[in-house]
């Protein structure tokens, strides 16, 4: 008898389904209970609706959910999500799987191969140190062996330097992308996306839910059945669109929450059709278009802090199985560079 497919639910985490305080956007008749998922050096950093983390835990006891970020290993760790032990998670915008906790080595050749398709990383570094001594440029740093980011002073950053950037990375096999304030150079072959497709086809799934806020994220809700972007953020800013991505009515930290309550609903759809079918009875279930391939106001405070146990998303090590830190602060349109790597030690 067959068995039935797999849902996976593929997210973002920073600004989509966890928020710091600034970026939290609660007026002052909207202060919900709010639970800590992520500590840093002592304090909490990052935070869902307690709401969001009960939806959290319906959702990952019907579907398979996966976090996919740009955080490094190291600041994926210090998220604790409510809900079942989330086995897969994705970091540093899709060159490193995880599974049970564990670099996935596997995966790790597959994204060595195809780097060497573009230009190297220390071809990059050379190129962009070049603009090391401009007021501009902050601070440049590295994920090793993956890709490079500087930190920079947006308003400040000569529009046509970009362009040149932009044309000179593109014609070696790399793209540059403007995020807050955050300047990415990374493979066009290491996406999100690519990551998630090998999640689907380890596990069988067969309908794909997808999240996120950024540019950083378009390959993701490209390639899932169904997408959902928060209304605030770069994405939702830029006018980019998708007939099978919709954005939220919500903005802020209840974005994040409607985005769990859109995918519980979902899946417990999904579930109760995949049980009919499994049985003989015949439950439709309405799935989306697909994409045709690869083709964000701020809060002042925090009400209350809810203490729940919550299970870990990332790890460390290594198996064949088969900003400048993560919670800095951004500027008052809400830029956060939670979801955005720091140097990962060699």
């Given at each position: ?71 490094t290993p190291e600041q994926l760790d210090r998220v604790r999500l409510p809900g079942r032990p989330h086995r897969f998670a994705v970091a540093a915008n899709g060159g490193l799987l995880f599974i049970d906790g564990q670099v996935d080595a596997g995966w790790s050749r597959q994204v060595r191969g195809r780097l060497a398709e573009s230009a190297s990383l220390n071809e ?16 440049l740093r590295t994920v090793p062996d993956l890709f490079c980011y500087a930190e920079v002073d947006r308003p400040q950053l000569p529009a046509d330097w970009l362009l040149q950037a ?181």
């Amino acid at each position: 008898m067959r068995q039935p497919a797999a849902l996976l639910v593929a997210s973002d985490l920073d600004r989509t389904l966890i928020y710091s305080r600034r970026a939290l956007a609660l007026t002052v008749g909207e202060q919900p209970p709010l639970i800590c998922v992520e500590h840093h050096r002592g304090e909490g950093s990052s935070f869902m609706t307690a709401r969001a983390g009960q939806l959290m835990r319906d959702l990952s006891a019907v579907a398979t959910v996966m976090a996919v970020t740009t955080r490094t290993p190291e600041q994926l760790d210090r998220v604790r999500l409510p809900g079942r032990p989330h086995r897969f998670a994705v970091a540093a915008n899709g060159g490193l799987l995880f599974i049970d906790g564990q670099v996935d080595a596997g995966w790790s050749r597959q994204v060595r191969g195809r780097l060497a398709e573009s230009a190297s990383l220390n071809e990059v570094l050379t190129y962009t140190g070049q603009a090391s001594h401009q007021p501009w440029m902050l601070r440049l740093r590295t994920v090793p062996d993956l890709f490079c980011y500087a930190e920079v002073d947006r308003p400040q950053l000569p529009a046509d330097w970009l362009l040149q950037a932009t044309e000179w990375a593109a014609e070696r096999g790399w793209r540059v992308t403007l995020h807050g304030r955050k300047l990415y150079w990374l493979p066009r072959t290491l996406t999100k996306s690519a990551a998630v497709r090998e999640v689907v086809d380890r596990i069988g799934a067969g309908r794909v839910l997808a999240a996120g806020d950024s540019s950083l994220d378009i390959d993701l809700l490209e390639n899932a059945d169904l997408g959902i972007h928060p209304r605030h953020g770069d994405l939702f800013a830029s006018g980019w669109s998708a007939p099978h991505v919709t954005p939220t009515a919500e903005i802020g930290v209840l974005a994040g929450q409607a985005i769990l309550e859109r995918f519980r609903t979902i899946a417990q759809e999904h579930a109760e059709a995949q049980m009919g079918c499994h049985s003989g009875r015949i439950h439709p279930l309405r799935r989306p278009q697909s994409a045709p391939g690869s083709a964000n106001r701020n809060g002042r405070q925090i009400e209350r802090v809810v203490a729940h146990p919550q299970q870990r998303v990332g790890g460390a090590g290594e198996t064949d199985g088969g900003d400048p830190e993560s919670e800095a602060l951004r500027d008052a349109a809400g830029h956060d560079s939670g979801d955005e790597p720091g140097q990962v030690p060699q």
